[in-house]
């Protein structure tokens, strides 16, 4: 199995498709596809903040579809399918300027739009286990004792982390660094905290490279085991990023 984990895009279209490029991929038939026969595997949070998360939407669930890719949710991608069901959501944090892009939108796209991410969401797994190549790809990371639920717990570890319920002085959630104590065999890939560089620790590699703060979008390749980045076209904000004390 050859395939390509692409951390979190957050509307970042054109670096999504440089990145598609300089993995390989050619658009063959309106869609991306590579030579090799490798597939795609998004670690969720497509949508948000950047500034072409419609077409993103519609990029990854075309590839999908086709099964040219694999799709999990991350915490925004839960935030804009509640948005979408009609339930009262705070538009903010990101999701104001996918709401702002979809009412730009015809009443027929607004449709074709919310039905394509609806369907996208609801045929997504929580996580993805490869047991075949002993690797699991999930939003946020899980722990070894939670690998193979699917409950509340699991849910709301895998979209949003080992989060305290406490805020910072910026309004920005307390997680624990979950990583630093994970000491289980399985390889566990995910995004959600930004990092300059991806961060490998106790098997486990952190892939959000924060494309959509200025740093870069960031793919890993397995069997490979590389890493590949495009730099990204967006306004640098330095205090996104988490920084560890230890050297990665």
């Not at 990583?179 to 390889?187: L, N, S």
């Amino acid at each position: 199995m050859k395939i390509d984990i692409i951390g979190d895009i957050h509307g970042c279209l054109e670096e999504l498709e440089a990145l598609l490029y300089k993995l390989g991929y050619r658009k063959k038939n309106g869609t991306y596809q590579h030579a090799d026969n490798r597939l795609i595997a998004f670690v969720g949070d497509i949508t948000d903040r950047g500034p072409d998360s419609i077409k993103v939407i519609e990029l990854v669930y075309q590839l999908v579809k086709e099964k040219l890719a694999y799709y999990i949710p991350g915490n925004h991608c839960n935030k804009l399918y509640r948005f979408f069901l009609g339930n009262k959501v705070m538009e903010k944090h990101g999701l104001e300027t996918t709401t702002a892009e979809f009412r730009s939108l015809s009443a027929e796209k607004q449709h074709n739009i919310k039905i394509k991410f609806m369907e996208l969401y609801e045929n997504a797994p929580l996580y993805l286990h490869f047991k075949n190549i002993n690797v699991i790809i999930a939003h946020a990371g899980i722990p070894e004792h939670l690998i193979g639920k699917e409950d509340k717990q699991t849910k709301t570890f895998v979209l949003y982390g080992d989060i305290t319920g406490e805020f910072d002085q910026k309004g920005k959630p307390i997680r624990r660094d979950w990583a630093k104590h994970y000491h289980g065999d399985i390889w566990i890939v995910y995004g959600h905290t930004p990092v300059l560089e991806p961060r490998i620790i106790n098997h486990t590699i952190n892939i959000d490279t924060g494309c959509v703060f200025g740093n870069k979008l960031t793919a890993y390749q397995f069997p490979e085991d590389e890493f590949v980045s495009i730099p990204s076209k967006q306004p640098f904000i330095s205090d996104k990023f988490t920084h560890f004390g230890e050297s990665t």
